[in-house]
């Protein structure tokens, strides 16, 4: 089969971009989406040309390093699954497909479809971990939790980090990313001596991040690639409205100082009830 | 907490609540033109002899509104400037017109808001019925009413701003549970469910009053 590309390249931050077409006139349909790219590549560094810049890692769909915005839907026509996933029997002989990288005032672009995603290791480090101290491991089951707990909280953490949901948001908002990392530590017993703290940290660094707000559109759900809920969302304002109405205003963005004493994992006698699904 | 994305969004839920239960009552308050010029008169001069509780309420109000529409402004700006480029190609996958349309039909209804009170309230539309006083003694509201909605203009621009009403209702009341975390699998259920039904009614409720009375049905005891 025979595909037309239409791909934005841009040579770095500062310069300006455009969307340049491309014929790939041999593509199998049993070929991905990347292979497909690969062999554009080819063709390209073979007529001295230089090669689209794009994003990827395992191509197996656990990574979160690959994007693209396929025809206007990031990680392409496919639901549940990310753009290394996606394979050119998902389209037509003939077909004209445009490839354009994620776009956010918080992802700067860097070169062609590859975009700077630190704004989301910068919200981990804000909150997104619990805090264990060394020591001996805990033994086996000392910690009981509900099955449906365990699913709720795996469901959350089947998040990737790519950011389809911030490239499919019309608010460039990344509200399901952070929802899916405060509650998939929130939901469990070792998440709760920090919970508060790491709803109002995540959230003030999201914020500062440039992030948009969320206006329920809810388009990050059908382009998240491990098909996250958006309930997770509402789960978050309600840990973080708690978390501000509970305590007093002295979170600021990043790192800061840790506030009252260590928490210990599971352990720690603030912690709270095991959360109800 | 105000400046935060998330503690804004719970403000526009709580203002636009407020706003919501003030619409119902208001409708509910209206449906008395039904009940013919007696009932409508005589609620209007008890709401009248309530100064306090009036003013009271004027005042929340115009706070409501006046911070519903500023956030809804402010959420919209910072948005865009969220996302500096577009895309070229661009596909919805979920989103309803009603989500996608809330600044225009807020900036409607906040249109249709500034007209009703210019009509009705200051009766700067139609200077006469400030003077109108019913056999009792009391402001005329009835035959304002019926005489102001005999209109056809007048009575569509009601018509298509109370549609606008339902559009915006369409998407808010699910939202607002949404926005303050008021979620749970056991009431998601219901709370589409109002989704639905809330925007209906008020839009059913609020448009059967005008075209009632324009087709005759209602105020035909009104001369003129």
Redesign the interface.
């Known amino acids: 089969m025979r595909v037309t590309l239409?791909v934005?390249r841009q040579k770095n931050a500062r310069s300006e971009g455009k969307?340049v077409t491309y014929q790939v006139p041999q593509v199998d349909p049993d070929m991905s989406f990347l292979e497909m790219l690969d062999v554009l590549n080819e063709e390209l560094v073979g007529k001295g040309e230089e090669p689209i810049a794009f994003d990827y890692d395992c191509r197996e769909g656990i990574c979160g390093t690959c994007s693209l915005?396929i025809?206007?839907?990031p990680h392409g026509p496919e639901g549940g699954a990310a753009t290394c996933q996606v394979y050119m029997r998902n389209f037509h002989d003939g077909d004209e497909i445009?490839i354009?990288p994620w776009?956010?005032?918080?992802f700067p672009l860097i070169k062609d479809l590859v975009v700077d995603r630190s704004a989301f290791d910068r919200v981990i480090q804000a909150g997104g971990f619990v805090s264990v101290n060394t020591g001996g491991t805990p033994d086996g089951n000392t910690l009981p939790i509900a099955k449906t707990t365990q699913e709720k909280a795996m469901d959350a953490a089947a998040c990737i980090g790519c950011g389809a949901c911030v490239a499919?948001c019309?608010?460039?908002?990344a509200?399901l990313f952070v929802a899916a990392k405060v509650s998939h530590l929130g939901l469990l017993p070792q998440g709760q001596p920090e919970r508060a703290r790491r709803a109002r940290k995540m959230?003030?660094q999201?914020?500062a991040e440039?992030?948009?707000?969320?206006?329920?559109?809810?388009?990050c759900?059908?382009?998240c690639p491990k098909e996250i809920s958006?309930?997770f969302?509402?789960?978050?304002?309600?840990?973080?409205?708690k978390a501000?109405?509970t305590e007093p205003?002295t979170v600021t963005p990043g790192m800061g100082a840790k506030v009252g004493p260590s928490p210990v994992a599971g352990h720690d006698a603030t912690a709270k009830k095991h959360p109800v699904a | 907490m105000f400046r935060s994305s998330i503690g804004r969004k719970a403000l526009m839920a709580v203002t636009g609540f407020g706003l919501l239960g003030y619409v119902i009552v208001h409708m509910i308050g209206n449906l008395q033109v039904y009940q013919g010029p007696d009932a409508l008169n005589a609620y209007a001069k008890m709401l009248k002899g309530m100064a306090t509780l009036l003013w009271g309420a004027r005042l929340t109000l115009l706070v409501l509104f006046a911070a519903h529409v500023y956030l809804g402004v402010a959420l919209y700006r910072e948005n865009r400037a969220a996302r500096p480029i577009g895309y070229v190609r661009f596909q919805y996958e979920q989103a309803s017109v009603a989500t996608r349309t809330m600044l225009l039909s807020g900036l409607v209804i906040l249109a249709f808001v500034i007209f009703h009170l210019l009509h009705f309230t200051f009766a700067a539309v139609q200077p006469e019925y400030a003077e109108w006083k019913d056999p009792a003694g009391r402001p005329d509201v009835y035959a304002m009413v019926v005489h102001g909605f005999r209109n056809p203009v007048i009575t569509t621009s009601y018509v298509v701003a109370q549609l606008f009403l339902g559009l915006h209702l369409y998407h808010a009341v699910p939202s607002m549970f949404q926005s303050v975390g008021l979620k749970h699998p056991r009431y998601n259920p219901l709370i589409r469910t109002l989704g639905v039904v809330i925007p209906l009614v008020i839009v059913a409720g609020n448009v059967s009053m005008p075209l009632s009375i324009l087709f005759g049905i209602v105020g035909t005891s009104v001369g003129g």
């Open positions: 239409h934005w969307l915005v025809n206007g839907r445009y354009e776009r956010a005032r918080a499919a019309p608010n460039a908002s509200m959230v003030a999201m914020d440039g992030f948009g707000n969320c206006s329920n559109y809810f388009e759900e059908a382009a958006v309930e969302i509402a789960w978050m304002n309600r840990d973080y409205l501000r109405l205003d």
